[in-house]
């Protein structure tokens, strides 16, 4: 079995291969299956740690970049726009986290 099976679907170790296996999706250029995990980690990781941790800060940014490629530019925007103002929040404005999702907002 795999990391769910042994560690649950809560587990931080469970999350961040949720995370991972989204990002890979994106770069194979599954939209749908990377979107579709990236909801997952968002809904977990907020209900784990926070709507403000690094952690779950990054699967909405990154999910943000995937409603965007797939043409969903507001629901992209919204994302990547509360990304950037929750890292600012809790990481700075010069953090690299933040300024990448600024990067990401931008294009």
Request: glycine content about 14%; proline content about 3%.
């Amino acid at each position: 079995g795999g990391r769910r099976d042994q560690l649950g679907d809560r587990h931080p170790d469970t999350l961040v291969s949720i995370h991972n296996l989204g990002r890979l999706l994106r770069a194979k250029g599954d939209l749908n299956g990377a979107e579709a995990l990236l909801r997952e980690a968002v809904l977990a990781r907020r209900d784990v740690f926070g709507g403000r941790h690094p952690d779950t800060l990054a699967s909405i940014e990154f999910l943000g970049t995937v409603l965007k490629a797939k043409g969903d530019l507001d629901g992209g925007e919204a994302l990547l726009c509360e990304a950037v103002e929750g890292q600012r929040e809790a990481l700075g404005d010069r953090h690299p986290s933040t300024l990448h999702s600024i990067n990401s907002l931008g294009h």
